[in-house]
């Protein structure tokens, strides 16, 4: 079940919850900025989404991997990951609480075309948001997994590996890297 909207999203990527008793934590997400989505007529191949978010009259500066034209807390390169149109205001996914066998884990699930080969989509979990150094990975802390979905699509899961209760809180985000 997904949970409740999200009140707010900050420069940095951040969105707080608020606290019930189906969500649990925040969503954070983290993008590479060294980079730039192609922009339209690039002769690099991103796949479909990137190039065709963007008309030809957008300005150069508007298309950088992280810039946020539309003005919606989601910056371009996080947009192409999450198969959203970075013109367009939009909502990031929202953390969800998930049982599996009698355990609940926070998750953020979404689902994009299966052509994104030019970017890595990483599951990170921390017990604080800062600093950022605080942020790991791996088997014991976080799954990402990465399914097809029909039809040209495939599903993006991110779960934390601990369950809900069974330790300190945990904030759980993405992290998408541009190759």
Known sequence: MAAKSPRAIDRDGTIQLPPTARTVGSLKYSASERS?????????????????????????????????????????????????????????????????????????????????????????????????LNWVTGAGNVTTTITPAGAGLEEVIIRSAQAIGSGPRRFLRAKVTQL
Request: zero cysteines; a negative charge.
């Open 36 to 132: 730039a989505i192609p922009p339209v007529g690039s002769s690099r191949k991103p796949g479909k989404g990137a190039a065709s978010a963007f008309t030809a009259g957008t300005p150069a500066g508007d298309r950088l991997a992280a810039a946020d034209p539309d003005k919606d807390g989601i910056i371009n390169l996080m947009e192409y990951a999450l198969n959203t149109n970075p013109s367009a205001a939009s909502a990031s996914p929202a953390p969800e609480v998930v049982t599996v066998g009698a355990e609940k884990f926070l998750q953020i699930r979404w689902t994009r075309p299966n052509d994104r080969t030019d970017i890595t989509t990483a599951g990170q979990v921390s017990t604080d948001l800062t600093p950022s």
